[in-house]
């Protein structure tokens, strides 16, 4: 349903910028993607939190950059989806790099598990 032009503008354009100011993108996202009606999805809120902790700490804390080649070259990957029920793109290298000895500390603080 996401990729009906009739329903969600340009489906296969990378367009971040389309949620910007406008809720009701988002709004047709939460619709669409977990269901609806009797049978729609319960973890929904769950994904939705865990997705978002998981991106805005990625976001916070690290700059994502290409990978590089052996002579230090970076690789600008080609993007390509694969297509079926759920479509995600082709693995592809890439390099996280903390942003700051505080950004890096508290990575290693949350990736440590508790005692
Ligand atoms: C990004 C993550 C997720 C997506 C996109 C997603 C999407 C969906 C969709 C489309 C359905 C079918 C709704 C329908 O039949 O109309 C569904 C059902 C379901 N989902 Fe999820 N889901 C996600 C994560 C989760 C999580 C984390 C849980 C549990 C913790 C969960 C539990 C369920 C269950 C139990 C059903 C069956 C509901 C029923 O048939 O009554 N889902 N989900």
Known sequence: MLHDPEV???PMEFKPERYN???TEMQKINDLVFGFGRRACPGSHFA???LY???LTTLATCDILPALDANGKEIIPNVKYSSGTISFPDKFPLRLR???PKAEALLAEVS???E
Do not use: L, M
């Open 21 to 23: 100011n406008d809720d």
């Open 98 to 100: 903390s942003r700051s």
């Open 48 to 50: 939705f939190g865990t």
């Open 53 to 55: 902790s998981i991106v």
């Open 112 to 114: 440590t598990a508790p």
């Open 8 to 10: 969600y503008a340009d």
